[in-house]
């Protein structure tokens, strides 16, 4: 690559067909080029460039000095502007200085994108094929080509190499990754066989303490069914002595009502058997009444002699005067018969 630049700044010398004023410009820039005065050499070219004198020449060196600075991208630019003058001396160093420009490019960008640097490289590579296909004499095209190649080919085996150290890594992380895994999966399965053994065993004794649970539970149960029979039993008899007290609370009211009814009832009853036997007492009094009346009036009402011209005795005026008295009483008229009746005479104490 250094026989590259040295090609070059013999090329600058060699620039013979240029007028007085461009050679000057040549010279001083092509000065302060060697005094490694990139910049201000890439200055005195572009301003050559710019006025249309010799712009192959002055595109070309500016080119080189762009390279010198670093500033690849606007090199190739100015390269490539030399092959477009149209002379074609400048055509086959530019393809070259092209194909050294890349070579940097890809050197530079090879730590951080290596598919970048293997594209600058294959770009290189082109270039120096176009210089030597026009120059087939040019020894350092054919030099820097072979070496370009070399470089690739190590470049294309690194990341050969580097793909396959990183797939393996990768292939080895997944595998770490797959037996932390499988280990993580085995520690879970001895895990959950000591859980089930431990399951199994809690459910044992689980199962006694259910069945104790169980048998204890039926017997609340039974208990409490027990209980809530006492209760309802317990319940209906209060209900039953609730309902029979007012039952008999009713049947109290009722007989109170009812007895008042019966007393009210016996009263008339008692007050009607009174007023029967009243009136039969006063019947049978009237009746016994009658059949005295009806024994003296038989007296009074005896056959009478013929005999009545005959003077009344003392017998027969008290007689006379109780049957008055009679009438009075019976208001019936008693007759007194002529013949007299038989009497018993009362005793006499006076």
């Known amino acids: 690559m250094k026989r590259a630049v040295l090609f070059i700044l013999i090329y600058f010398c060699f620039a013979r067909y240029a007028s007085a004023s461009l050679k000057e410009d040549v010279k001083s820039g092509n000065l302060l080029y060697n005094d490694k005065k990139y910049s201000e050499a890439a200055k005195v070219y572009d301003k050559a460039a710019s006025e249309g004198r010799g712009r192959g020449i002055a595109n070309f060196n500016l080119g080189a000095s762009l390279y010198k600075e670093g500033s690849y991208y606007k090199a190739i ?40 640097a293997k594209e600058s490289l294959e770009t290189a590579l082109k270039f120096y094929k176009r210089s030597i296909d026009l120059n087939p004499d040019d020894k350092d095209a054919k030099f820097n080509y072979e070496f370009v190649e070399k470089r690739l080919k190590e470049l294309q085996e690194n990341q050969s190499k580097s793909q396959q150290q990183q797939n393996q890594d990768k292939n080895k992380d997944q595998n770490n990754d797959q037996n932390k895994q499988n280990k993580a999966e085995n520690q879970n399965q001895d895990q959950n066989k000591q859980n089930q053994e431990q399951n199994k ?72 058997e009174n007023e029967k036997q009243q009136r039969e007492s006063q019947k049978q009094s009237e009746e016994e009444k009658k059949k005295e009346e009806e024994q003296g009036l038989s007296a009074y009402q005896a056959p009478q002699d013929k005999e009545e011209g005959q003077e009344m005795t003392e017998q027969e005026a008290k007689m006379l005067l109780e049957g008055y008295k009679g009438e009075e009483a019976t208001g019936r008229v008693i007759r007194m018969r002529k013949k007299p009746v038989n009497l018993p005479e009362p005793q006499k104490d006076w």
Do not use: H
């Open 77 to 116: 630019e100015s390269f490539n502007k030399a092959i477009a003058s149209g002379e074609a001396r400048f055509v086959a160093p530019a393809d070259y200085n092209i194909g050294n420009t890349s070579y940097r490019m890809g050197s530079a960008s090879q730590a951080s994108d290596i598919n970048k």
């Open 201 to 272: 065993d809690r459910q044992g004794a689980g199962g006694q303490n259910q069945q104790k649970e169980n048998k204890s539970e039926k017997n609340n149960q039974d208990k409490n069914k027990q209980q809530n029979k006492e209760d309802q039993n317990k319940e209906g008899q209060q209900q039953n002595k609730s309902e029979e007290a007012k039952r008999e609370e009713q049947a109290e009211k009722k007989n109170k009502e009812g007895g008042g009814q019966e007393q009210q009832q016996q009263e008339q009853k008692e007050k009607s």
